[in-house]
């Protein structure tokens, strides 16, 4: 199951009986791993309504009792950290302003509050070591609760995406310019993920091509690939997560996993509304060792056993989205 936000958080951005309840189910008809929905690392990373946290203990705490049932139901579920850097507004951070690769602002007007995203101020050189600090401290946090693992989102245009990508990373400083330096703040990141926390549990999510808008890409995709993926590979990471938010797989990620598989030996997840059919190639052709499914799961919290008994999946409708079940 892949990542999705929600927006049922409890008070103090928790997580509730019902966010408990609502894995649990997909738990009990088999899925193996779920990512969690997006969840957000420090109050100064927000951008979204009421989305869970993962800055205090008593976050953590909100969430034993859920990750418990799931492992009671038989599987395993990842915590995917957030920070949504420029994609934000004030009015998310409780007034703290929002921080990201550049100063420039994101096109586009923040559907939940229907306003233009905020100016964002971009990072100071030395500021960065305390962005870390915020990750390591959700990761603690994700562990604390029981967590199998934890995701680090590095994609679909947040803050670490606004550092990979060449379109808005204008930074004059070692984290700007060449692929080496862009690539340089979510490989120090890695490079401490690696250090603190078994390499079983550290899982990344990169978006190379997508779906934002219109359908979108790096704009020098291949040779950041060409960099990224075998530095990752040699630093110890073994398991990577190609998504290509809600666009046709075949055109986004799944072109991206055929360039990468030869340069990636290790655990790769993919996958967006793919038929069982289409699945199952992908894996017995090695293209993937795992497929996601995010929407499908979502509108059917039996969505394994309709797949096995072949049975027909409910579509995912806006309506559906607006409650958990
Ligand atoms: C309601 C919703 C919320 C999502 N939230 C997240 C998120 O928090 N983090 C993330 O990495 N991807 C998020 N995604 C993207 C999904 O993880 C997945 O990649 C995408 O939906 C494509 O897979 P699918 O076609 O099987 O749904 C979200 C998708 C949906 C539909």
């Given at each position: 199951?892949?990542?999705?936000?929600?927006?049922?958080a409890?008070?103090?951005?928790?997580c509730?009986?019902?966010?408990?309840a609502?894995?649990e189910?997909?738990?009990?008809?088999?899925?193996?791993?779920?990512?969690?929905?997006?969840?957000?690392?420090?109050?100064s990373?927000?951008?979204?309504?009421n989305?869970?946290h993962?800055?205090s203990s008593?976050?953590?705490n909100?969430?034993?009792?859920?990750v418990?049932?799931?492992?009671?139901a038989?599987s395993?579920?990842?915590?995917q950290?957030?920070?949504?850097?420029?994609?934000?507004?004030?009015?998310?951070?409780g007034?703290?302003?929002?921080v990201?690769?550049?100063?420039?602002?994101?096109?586009?007007?923040?559907?939940?509050?229907?306003?233009p995203?905020?100016i964002?101020?971009?990072?100071?050189?030395?500021?960065?070591?305390r962005i870390?600090?915020?990750?390591?401290?959700?990761a603690?946090?994700?562990?604390?609760?029981?967590?199998?693992?934890?995701?680090?989102?590095?994609?679909?245009g947040?803050?670490?995406d606004?550092?990979?990508?060449?379109h808005?990373n204008?930074?004059?400083?070692?984290?700007?310019?060449?692929?080496?330096?862009r690539?340089?703040?979510?490989?120090?990141?890695l490079?401490?993920?690696?250090?603190?926390y078994?390499?079983?549990?550290?899982?990344?999510?990169?978006?190379?091509s997508?779906?934002?808008?219109?359908?979108?890409?790096?704009?020098?995709m291949?040779?950041?690939?060409?960099?990224?993926?075998?530095?990752?590979?040699?630093?110890?990471?073994?398991l990577l997560?190609i998504?290509?938010?809600?666009?046709?797989?075949?055109?986004?990620?799944?072109?991206?996993?055929?360039m990468?598989?030869e340069?990636?030996?290790h655990?790769?997840?993919?996958?967006?509304?793919?038929t069982?059919?289409?699945?199952?190639?992908e894996v017995?052709?090695?293209?993937?060792?795992?497929v996601?499914?995010?929407?499908?799961?979502?509108a059917?919290?039996?969505f394994?056993?309709?797949?096995?008994?072949d049975?027909?999946l409910?579509?995912?409708?806006?309506?559906?989205?607006?409650?958990?079940?």
């Open positions: 199951m892949s990542a999705m936000t929600r927006g049922f409890g008070v103090g951005h928790t509730t009986k019902d966010i408990a609502y894995y189910r997909r738990a009990l008809d088999g899925v193996a791993l779920i990512l969690s929905e997006g969840i957000i690392i420090h109050p990373a927000d951008g979204y309504n989305v869970p993962l800055h008593e976050q953590a909100s969430w034993k009792d859920c418990s049932k799931i492992h009671t038989g395993k579920i990842f915590a950290l957030w920070h949504c850097g420029r994609i934000s507004h004030k009015d998310y951070t007034g703290i302003p929002i990201s690769s550049t100063n420039r602002q994101a096109d586009g007007v923040n559907r939940q509050n229907g306003k995203f905020g964002p101020r971009a990072l100071k050189t030395s500021e960065i070591p870390y600090d915020m990750y390591i401290n959700a603690d946090k994700a562990f604390s609760a029981g967590f199998d693992g934890v995701e680090i989102h590095m994609g679909h947040y803050l670490i606004q550092f990979l990508d060449a808005i204008d930074r004059k400083d070692e984290y700007g310019g060449s692929i080496e330096n690539c340089r703040f979510a490989i120090e990141l490079k401490l993920f690696l250090i603190n078994d390499s079983s549990k550290v899982m990344i999510r990169i978006s190379p997508r779906m934002m808008g219109g359908l979108y890409e790096w704009p020098d291949e040779k950041m690939l060409k960099y990224l993926i075998p530095k990752i590979e040699k630093m110890g990471l073994t997560d998504s290509c938010a809600n666009a046709d797989y075949y055109s986004t990620s799944g072109k991206v996993n055929r990468i598989r340069m990636w030996p655990l790769l997840i993919s996958g967006a509304s793919l069982p059919i289409q699945a199952d190639n017995k052709m090695k293209w993937v060792d795992m996601t499914w995010g929407r499908s799961i979502l059917n919290p039996d394994i056993s309709k797949v096995k008994n049975k027909a409910i579509e995912m409708t806006n309506e559906i989205r607006e409650r958990l079940y």
